[in-house]
């Protein structure tokens, strides 16, 4: 026995719209995906500009007033699957019970690690004699420019740097 009723069989229009779809659908997450990989691309850098990079760089009970000490940071940086390790050598200078400064210990004028000369009180350059008071000031040779002064804060006992 026939069924004459049976299902209607897919009209090539039908199949035609199925696929203008279908290719539609896979156009638009072709799209989305690339524009959330560009969106990311462009944004990501941005973001990780605007985070903030403190760094636990001693203990203000571990300073000595008025006389700087050298610490050295430990930067990570990571890029990608990359990741870097940077050291930079600041020092920290405690001139009150809770107030520090932090000096970039590079030299304006060369590029040369400055130290702290105690018997003379200053920051001294073993390159071309510049020498620094103990705000990263100039007192003498050719610096052009007082030390960087970095940006650090107080919490509890420990001194952070910003980076
Ligand atoms: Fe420091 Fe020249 S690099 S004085």
Same mark, same amino acid.
């Given at each position: 026995m026939m069924n004459s009723e049976s299902?209607? @069989?897919? @009209?090539?229009t039908t199949r035609r719209r199925f696929l203008s779809r279908a290719i539609t659908t896979i156009h638009t997450a072709i799209v989305g995906v690339i524009g959330i990989i560009a969106g990311g691309a462009v944004t990501s850098p941005v973001l990780e500009?605007?985070? +903030? =990079?403190? $760094?636990?760089?001693?203990? &203000? #009970?571990? $300073? %000595? +007033? =008025?006389? %700087?000490?050298? &610490?050295? $940071?430990?930067?990570v940086r990571e890029d990608g699957y990359t990741v870097t390790v940077d050291r930079r050598t600041v020092f920290l200078v405690r001139t009150g019970a809770s107030v520090v400064t932090a000096l970039d210990s590079t030299c304006t004028h060369l590029g040369c690690r400055v130290s702290w000369d @105690? #018997?003379?009180? &200053?920051?001294?350059?073993?390159?071309?004699?510049?020498t620094y008071d103990r705000t990263g000031k100039v007192m003498s040779g050719p610096p052009p420019a007082p030390l960087t002064t970095l940006v650090a804060r107080i919490e509890g006992d420990q001194v952070l740097v910003q980076i």
């Open positions: 299902a209607p @069989t897919p @009209t090539p500009r605007a985070k +903030e =990079n403190w $760094l636990p760089a001693g203990r &203000v #009970s571990d $300073l %000595p +007033e =008025n006389d %700087p000490l050298a &610490v050295t $940071l430990r930067i @105690t #018997s003379a009180q &200053v920051l001294r350059c073993p390159c071309h004699g510049g």
